[in-house]
Antibody, heavy 122, light 107 residues
Framework: QVTLKESGPVLVKPTETLTLTCTVSGFSVSSAGMAVGWIRQPPGKALEWLAHIFSNDDESYNTVLKSRLTISKDTPKSQVVLTMTNVDPVDTATYYC??????????????WGQGTLVTVSS | SSELTQPPSVSVSPGQTASITCSGDNLGDKYVCWYQQKPGQSPLLIIYQDNKRPSGIPERFSGSNSGNTATLTISGTQALDEADYYCQAWDGSTEAVFGGGTKLTVL
């Protein structure tokens, strides 16, 4: 059974660094054909892809946010970590991690975590 | 990066067919996925690779993609299909792009 669970602070102050952890089970973050991505959703707004990391450690970032994001993984712990520097109130959102799977033709997000709401406020 | 445009809202009567569009430059040259999100829940994959349904997704959900528009079609729409729907494609091969979402109302 594939599950993903996000964890991290509920409240972060402006200019601080946000660190979010995605703990997975039912698959390995280093298995070929797998990747884990982070997607966020401000309250009442659309989904926004942030970053993902492949099983071979290759990374990809949202062009607009790239300078503020770092994604990494810890295979033994089955975790993928996203850090976002210099947060602002506009970064207030529910942050989701999701598994990406390769079917031979494309990657798609087939399993999602429950999400974690992060509020940026002083 | 490319943009995907969806209508903010679509209304449908129970039992009728709902169509939700997703537009983007040469979108037909890319593969499109669709996600359903109900209030307070995480997104659920309902269509991948334009028209493939994951296991457990009802047959009334179907997808197509040609030219600049991908379409999610829900046949025999049920009240439980009321949700937000998001399309998603890949910009180049490494950046995921989501549409702005469409709120489906079943009247």
């Amino acid at each position: 059974q594939v599950t993903l669970k996000e964890s991290g602070p509920v409240l972060v102050k402006p200019t601080e660094t946000l660190t979010l952890t995605c703990t997975v089970s039912g698959f390995s973050v280093s298995s070929a054909g797998m990747a884990v991505g982070w997607i966020r959703q401000p309250p009442g707004k659309a989904l926004e892809w942030l970053a993902h990391i492949f099983s071979n450690d290759d990374e990809s970032y949202n062009t607009v946010l790239k300078s503020r994001l770092t994604i990494s993984k810890d295979t033994p712990k089955s975790q993928v970590v996203l850090t976002m520097t210099n947060v602002d109130p506009v970064d207030t959102a529910t942050y989701y991690c999701a598994r990406m799977i390769w079917n031979g033709i494309l990657y798609y997000f087939d399993y999602w975590g429950q999400g974690t709401l992060v509020t940026v406020s002083s | 990066s490319s943009e995907l445009t969806q209508p903010p809202s679509v209304s449908v009567s129970p039992g009728q067919t709902a169509s939700i569009t997703c537009s983007g430059d040469n979108l037909g040259d890319k593969y499109v996925c669709w996600y359903q999100q109900k209030p307070g829940q995480s997104p659920l994959l309902i269509i991948y690779q334009d028209n493939k349904r994951p296991s457990g997704i009802p047959e009334r959900f179907s997808g197509s993609n040609s030219g600049n528009t991908a379409t999610l079609t829900i046949s025999g729409t049920q009240a439980l299909d009321e949700a937000d729907y998001y399309c998603q494609a890949w910009d180049g091969s490494t950046e995921a792009v989501f549409g702005g979402g469409t709120k489906l109302t079943v009247l």
